[in-house]
């Protein structure tokens, strides 16, 4: 299995909305779960005032809280796991 790639923003913008609040609830997600996690620090998600940003495989969220992100987080995990083992 291919890890998710995570893009937290960490650019002022998105710092002060924030950001450290995002890496903070990824330290603490489920270690068995961070395995499976490639994170990253960006400094620009284009999208500033919308922030704190995050980009995961690819697709930007914007005003991201901690349990949405690891909402988000569970939900992609579960598709790949699902597309493994279908059942």
Known sequence: MKSLLVEVCIGTSCHLL?????LQAIEEFVP???AKLDIRGVTCLKTCGRGPNV?????VF???????????????????EELLCPK
């Not at 924030?18 to 995002?22: P, T, Y």
């Not at 980009?55 to 697709?59: E, L, T, V, Y």
């Open 18 to 22: 924030g950001a450290q609040d995002l």
């Open 32 to 34: 068995e779960n961070q």
């Open 55 to 59: 980009r995961i495989d690819g697709q």
């Open 62 to 80: 914007t005003n991201v809280t901690p349990d949405y992100l690891i909402a988000v987080i569970q939900s992609y995990l579960l598709q790949e």
